[in-house]
């Protein structure tokens, strides 16, 4: 029960920095000191922002003291809210100038850059507003630095990446300012990082690398769909007209002249008796020429059927699909470029961004 009451009686932290920041207002620094320095000893949960919070004002208060010591204190803890997060600043209408001062030296001390997490925001190519079609990175060093900034895809086989800024003996927050292309090219779809590297003016620190990670996704308008090539029906499909003859044709052609032929050479010989016929002096002369009549007018339709194979009305027809067909899909092609054209780009970030290289 006793543990019990004692638990229940633990300041939470967020009431300890208002607590602080309220008695660090006031002048009332020792008061400040003991609620800062009980969340930096506190087992209770503290987030990032909580600490630095307690490591700047702690920093402050030991930039006030003149006992011995008390200025590497101050040092040490200024550090701390860097090293935390190099963005970190002190607000004039809260710490004066000695406060001021002390931080401002220990921040010349430490080199250390810092890219601030990234957001989600929707990128409009076809917006004439910069801050509508650009996306910005902002970027810290502590003291002066060559940097280097890179939007580099990941999981590419080609290893796509572009630099997409130079800056020289740059110092505090900068912003870098990102068009959505990647070496010309609208930025597809999947996982990029934004690298940041750094190196030391002074030439007193190594090399820094600080890496963002985060997401491209592409929305456009709804795109159309073509339509197939068509099916020949000479294939067994049923798109077009059957605009061949039957190969059979020119023997079907032919055999009809035959069975003319042979109906002129037979009528006589049924229709007349022998002795009628032998009173026709001519019956054997139109006998031959109703063969031969009957003969060349199959040979003539089997041999036109044969070099005539195609249907032309059909022809005409299937040319008319075809190309109204082509007409409709080169229409959907010109809107789906024009849809693809005016692609949002949103960039969203990773729960895993903000990884030190």
Do not use: C
């Not at 109906?263 to 031959?288: C, N």
């Amino acid at each position: 029960m006793a543990a019990r009451t004692a638990a229940a009686q633990v300041t939470p932290v967020a009431q300890l920095v208002s607590e602080g920041e309220d008695a660090y207002k006031k002048s009332n620094t020792e008061l400040a000191k003991n609620r800062f320095a009980s969340i930096i000893a506190s087992r209770q949960q503290v987030t990032p922002a909580q600490r630095i919070t307690a490591y700047k004002y702690l920093g402050g208060y030991w930039a006030l003291q003149s006992s011995t010591g008390a200025r590497d204190s101050a040092a040490s803890f200024f550090a701390a809210a860097i090293d935390l997060d190099p963005f970190t600043d002190l607000d004039r209408d809260i710490f004066a100038a000695d406060e001021q001062a002390a931080f401002a030296r220990t921040r010349a001390n430490m080199f250390r850059v810092g890219i601030q997490p990234v957001e989600a925001k929707a990128l409009d190519p076809s917006s004439a507003k910069p801050d509508s079609s650009t996306y910005t990175f902002h970027v810290v060093s502590t003291r002066a630095a060559r940097m280097v900034a890179t939007i580099v895809k990941l999981n590419d086989a080609a290893n796509t990446q572009e630099v997409i800024a130079t800056m020289s003996n740059s110092e505090g927050v900068r912003d870098i300012v990102w068009n959505g292309l990647v070496n010309n090219v609208r930025a597809d779809t999947g996982l990029y990082e934004f690298k940041l590297d750094a190196t030391d003016g002074r030439n007193q620190a190594p090399p820094a690398t600080e890496r963002q990670r985060f997401r491209v996704e592409h929305f456009h308008a709804r795109l159309e769909d073509t339509l197939p090539s068509f099916r020949d029906v000479n294939l067994g499909g049923t798109d077009t007209l059957r605009s061949r003859f039957s190969s059979a044709k020119p023997y079907t052609d032919g055999a009809k002249g035959l069975f003319i032929a042979s109906l002129a050479a037979g009528l006589p010989i049924i229709a007349f008796q022998t002795d009628e016929r032998s009173g026709m002096s001519s019956w054997k002369s139109h006998f031959a020429i109703g063969i031969s009549l009957g003969a060349i007018a199959g040979a003539g339709a089997a041999w036109y059927a044969n070099a005539h194979r195609d249907d032309s009305r059909a022809s005409r027809e299937n040319t008319r699909r075809r190309d109204e067909r082509a007409r409709f899909n080169a229409g959907v092609v010109a809107r789906n470029r024009a849809r693809l054209d005016k692609t949002i780009l949103v960039i969203r970030p990773l729960s895993t961004a903000g990884t030190a290289g």
